[in-house]
């Protein structure tokens, strides 16, 4: 039924075998508009080795890919799982169970945490330094820990100059294009920036850490083949995805603003439009979103993309209102730095919402030039004036920073 599925060349001895997700549009709560791929990839030599596996469904999918090459699968020697994440190794024990290897490798938190999930599945754990034979190439490990998970590690394939880097440099985006000069820039740059806002942001010092070493590694990389999204082959990718990451980690502000906020009766959301509209005015590019239509990897895109955040939200039962809640939490876990803040919102009576706002912007260390702004059930045109007003203040501040 899945031979249909081919492998795709990659380099002479290198196939992408990996698995398209094309409907998949909640990944542990980012939402992936655009699909995912799994990425895995067969190397060719005197030892045929399997890099990485696909989420647990896909598994189908992968042995067909590595069939349309080499006929049986089970002529595969050795399995590389650079990262114990069940999207890349929901599929590895049925791969093992397929293959039979005579080794699997993986870091050794990667063995540790591949046994919590799945139990003994004989790995052999490698650290960073180590390197295998596999003919007339060489695998050589590189643990990458907290990049994102503890057990990350990235692998290099000497002969064709390829690193495969598991989660580091991809995207979540499916499509029949496996490499990057294949799709059109503005794509890349949102579905990459996307990625790294959610799954590296809290991270970034980390990044920057790994971008410094790199050189030093000494490693000739030619191609740089994660394990989501397209792969990176020509010398002005690699360069630009690198140039991308750097500018992510690094957080400096940008001269763009959002302006999140959740309503039940339009009162907050009169309030954001007044405010975005000073902002704008300002000369301050502007996305205002509305949180009952954009889930919070969208938002945090944005935020992690602008100098000036601001958040509003009415109070509900003496809390701020749920949807808000969610934003904050998850946009706190992803340590934004160098942002300008804003809190506003309406209550009926206590209150509380917008003063939970402005607390947890306190908490992430946003600067809060203009006070919590709240008014009380229905803003009047004073209360529409003096939001206007906040904008245009909040934006002048950005420019003044990112001058
Ligand atoms: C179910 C419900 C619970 C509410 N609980 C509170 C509350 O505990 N304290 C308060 O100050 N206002 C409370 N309010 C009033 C709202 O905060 C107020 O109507 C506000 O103007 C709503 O802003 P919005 O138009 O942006 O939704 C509540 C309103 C609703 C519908």
């Known amino acids: 039924m899945e031979e249909y599925f081919k492998a795709v ?3 002479e001895n290198v196939y992408w075998v990996g ?28 030892k045929i080795t399997l890099i990485d596996s696909v989420k647990g469904p896909f598994v189908g999918e992968l042995l067909a890919r590595i069939r349309s090459v080499i006929g049986d699968v ?15 190794s929901g599929g590895l024990p049925a791969t ?33 330094g180590e390197a295998i034979s596999i003919g007339k190439g060489n695998i050589a490990f590189v643990e990458t820990k907290m990049l994102h998970w503890p057990d990350s590690m990235v692998t290099y394939l000497d002969s064709e100059k ?19 000069d294949e799709y059109a820039p503005f794509i890349l740059e949102y579905e990459g920036r996307k990625y790294f806002a959610n799954i590296l942001n809290h991270l970034a010092p980390k990044v920057i850490e790994l971008l410094d070493a790199l050189p030093g590694l000494n490693l000739d990389i030619q191609m740089i083949a994660p394990d989501h999204g397209p792969i990176w082959r020509r010398p002005e990718d690699i360069r630009w995805i690198l140039d991308l990451y750097r500018d992510c980690a690094m957080q400096l502000p940008k001269p763009r603003a ?3 906020f959740s309503t039940m009766w339009h009162s907050t ?42 958040f509003g939200a009415p109070t509900m039962n003496n809390q701020v209102f749920p949807d808000m809640a969610d934003i904050l939490c998850y946009v706190k876990g992803l340590r934004p730095k160098n942002k300008i803040g804003f809190a506003f919102g309406s209550y009926g009576w206590s209150g509380e919402g917008g003063k939970q706002i402005a607390a947890e912007l306190t908490a992430m260390g946003a600067e809060q030039p203009c006070e919590l702004f709240q008014v009380k059930y229905m803003p009047t045109a ?4 003096r939001m206007f007003e906040n904008g245009e203040k909040l934006g002048r501040l950005l420019l003044e920073r990112v001058k």
Not at 74 to 88: L, Q, R, W
Not at 284 to 296: A, C, F, G, I, S
Request: glycine share 8%; net charge negative.
């Open 74 to 88: 089970t002529k595969i020697d050795y399995i590389v799982s650079n990262h114990a994440e069940p999207d890349h």
């Open 269 to 310: 959301e009169r309030l954001a439009e007044a405010l975005a509209d000073g902002i704008r005015s300002a000369g301050v590019e502007v996305k205002v979103m509305d949180l009952h239509v954009n889930d919070r990897s969208a938002v945090m895109t944005e935020v992690a993309n602008c100098g000036l955040m601001a």
């Open 382 to 385: 004073e209360d529409m004036k």
């Open 9 to 11: 060349k990659v380099t």
């Open 162 to 180: 390829i690193l495969f880097s598991q989660d580091a440099f991809g995207m979540h985006l499916a499509g029949s294009r496996r490499f990057a």
């Open 96 to 128: 093992i169970e397929a293959i039979k290897p005579e080794k699997v490798f993986a870091s050794p938190v990667g063995q540790k945490t591949l046994t919590a999930y799945y139990g003994d599945l004989g790995i052999t754990p490698v650290k960073t």
């Open 19 to 46: 698995a398209i997700d094309w409907s998949i549009r909640n990944f542990h709560g980012y939402e992936t508009g655009r699909g995912s791929t799994y990425n895995a990839f067969l190397v060719l030599d005197e």
């Open 258 to 260: 959002v302006v999140a």
